[in-house]
């Protein structure tokens, strides 16, 4: 055929153009890998990133499911046959060979567990087992067994380490449990503050109103309901700014059934704030102290402004009153817990607000007596770990 040749150099070129790219990928390749440094840097890059990975796992603790995961990166660190993670009941994961050992491991771990000493074990089968025992707060919570054909004093080292290392993720879970748990404490302390004063008072204004204005005291029954429900559920840790303003609306409407035209209120609400998620009952107790400590003790009517708006990647709220005020000092020593007084709900929500979110997120208070008292709270607007 007359155009052979030229389909022939045509096919040559293709060839030599992907041999040319194949070639320049592979160069990419080896450089991207040279830019991570020196064998040492990339071990230990590689070293991190397994641990980096393992930590994720073990954030809720000594639970099968992170475990078997965690199991997989932990083994890759060490270098051993097979890896196993205890608790002190039962083997939470194992990954590697030699599972014929796994319903034996609680055998062969039970003198560890018992004095908290590493021990190296001989096996049933041609695998030895060096066992090292999970430390958390001075006790033996669990173990790590590493399984390999020889155990030298590397291996005996680095499974100890590890071991101390896994309990530092099991210590770390249990402090963000405590502290979940040191957080529905004070919100039962905050409904418990709640409850006897204004659950009397609310009570006293509806049968008030039962002889003279019926409808009025139905319609404020149907709105204690409401509140007293919000207030007293059992479910979850964090709510809507929005759903904590309508909780505050039937607060105060029952309020204002109690002191009449001396609560005014005034409300200034950035829609796009709305849907941002805040700690439980951590704004009603700012407005019940604007009503209790500032407005009941003032004589004549008196005036609570709520604000809520956005500060580029925080929400702010503000709740202000023009009431009798507080001693400043005596606010500090009752917010630092130095002293007990009439604020300890705002003690309750700054110090909750500071567990939630760190020290700045703390409730910023100006007062003084006579002056009125305006108190600033703030969250950030993105909280992926918080449902409301």
Same mark, same amino acid.
């Given at each position: 055929?007359?155009?052979?040749?030229?389909?022939?150099?045509?096919?040559?070129?293709?060839?030599?153009?992907?041999?040319?790219?194949?070639?320049?990928?592979?160069?990419?390749?080896?450089?991207?890998?040279?830019?991570?440094?020196?064998?040492?840097?990339?071990?230990?890059?590689?070293?991190?990133?397994?641990?980096?990975?393992?930590?994720?796992?073990?954030? *809720?603790?000594?639970?099968?499911?992170?475990?078997?995961?965690?199991?997989?990166?932990?083994?890759?660190?060490?270098?051993?046959?097979?890896?196993?993670?205890?608790?002190?009941?039962?083997?939470?994961?194992?990954?590697?060979?030699?599972?014929?050992?796994?319903?034996? !491991?609680?055998? !062969?771990?039970?003198?560890?567990?018992?004095?908290?000493?590493?021990?190296?074990?001989?096996?049933?089968?041609?695998?030895?087992?060096?066992?090292?025992?999970?430390?958390?707060?001075?006790?033996?919570?669990?173990?790590?067994?590493?399984?390999?054909?020889?155990?030298?004093?590397?291996?005996?080292?680095? *499974?100890?380490?590890?071991?101390?290392?896994?309990?530092?993720?099991?210590?770390?879970?249990?402090?963000?449990?405590?502290? *979940?748990?040191?957080?529905?404490?004070?919100?039962?302390?905050?409904?418990?503050?709640?409850?006897?004063?204004?659950?009397?008072?609310?009570?006293?204004?509806?049968?008030?109103?039962?002889?003279?204005?019926?409808?009025?005291?139905?319609?404020?029954?149907?709105?204690?309901?409401?509140?007293?429900?919000?207030?007293? =559920?059992?479910?979850?840790?964090?709510? *809507?700014?929005?759903?904590?303003?309508?909780?505050?609306? =039937?607060?105060?409407?029952?309020? =204002?059934?109690?002191?009449?035209?001396?609560?005014?209120?005034?409300?200034?609400?950035?829609?796009?704030?709305?849907?941002?998620?805040?700690?439980?009952?951590?704004?009603?107790? !700012?407005?019940?102290?604007?009503?209790?400590?500032?407005?009941?003790?003032?004589?004549?009517?008196?005036?609570?402004?709520?604000?809520?708006?956005?500060?580029?990647?925080?929400?702010?709220?503000?709740?202000?009153?023009?009431?009798?005020?507080?001693?400043?000092?005596?606010?500090?020593?009752?917010?630092?817990?130095?002293?007990?007084?009439?604020?300890?709900?705002?003690?309750?929500?700054?110090?909750?607000?500071?567990?939630?979110?760190?020290?700045?997120?703390?409730?910023?208070?100006?007062?003084?007596?006579?002056?009125?008292?305006?108190?600033?709270?703030?969250?950030?607007?993105?909280?992926?770990?918080?449902?409301?």
């Amino acid at each position: 055929m007359p155009d052979s040749p030229l389909l022939t150099a045509s096919a040559i070129a293709v060839i030599v153009l992907a041999v040319a790219a194949a070639v320049g990928a592979g160069l990419m390749v080896i450089r991207s890998f040279r830019d991570l440094g020196t064998e040492s840097e990339r071990a230990i890059y590689k070293t991190l990133h397994a641990a980096s990975r393992a930590g994720a796992h073990l954030r *809720t603790g000594l639970q099968p499911a992170g475990a078997a995961k965690a199991s997989k990166q932990l083994r890759l660190l060490l270098g051993c046959d097979a890896l196993a993670i205890t608790d002190l009941d039962t083997v939470l994961a194992w990954d590697g060979v030699a599972e014929e050992l796994k319903p034996h !491991l609680m055998a !062969l771990a039970a003198p560890v567990l018992a004095d908290g000493r590493t021990a190296v074990l001989e096996t049933a089968s041609s695998l030895k087992a060096v066992i090292a025992p999970i430390r958390a707060d001075n006790r033996v919570a669990g173990c790590v067994a590493a399984f390999a054909p020889h155990a030298g004093a590397g291996l005996v080292r680095a *499974t100890g380490e590890l071991a101390g290392w896994v309990a530092t993720q099991v210590e770390l879970a249990e402090l963000d449990a405590s502290r *979940t748990l040191l957080m529905e404490a004070e919100v039962r302390a905050l409904r418990a503050q709640i409850s006897p004063h204004f659950i009397y008072n609310s009570l006293n204004a509806i049968a008030s109103f039962i002889n003279t204005d019926p409808a009025r005291a139905r319609e404020l029954v149907v709105e204690f309901a409401d509140f007293t429900r919000y207030s007293f =559920r059992r479910h979850g840790d964090f709510t *809507t700014l929005a759903e904590e303003l309508r909780s505050i609306d =039937r607060y105060l409407l029952l309020e =204002r059934a109690r002191f009449g035209d001396r609560v005014q209120v005034s409300l200034q609400i950035a829609p796009e704030v709305l849907s941002t998620v805040i700690p439980f009952l951590s704004l009603q107790p !700012l407005v019940e102290n604007a009503v209790r400590h500032g407005l009941e003790a003032k004589e004549g009517p008196g005036h609570i402004t709520i604000r809520a708006y956005d500060s580029g990647a925080d929400a702010e709220v503000t709740v202000e009153d023009d009431g009798v005020g507080m001693d400043p000092e005596i606010l500090r020593s009752v917010l630092a817990g130095h002293a007990d007084g009439e604020h300890v709900g705002l003690r309750n929500v700054d110090a909750r607000l500071r567990q939630v979110y760190g020290d700045d997120y703390g409730l910023v208070i100006e007062t003084a007596p006579g002056e009125g008292t305006l108190i600033t709270l703030r969250v950030p607007k993105s909280q992926p770990r918080h449902d409301a």
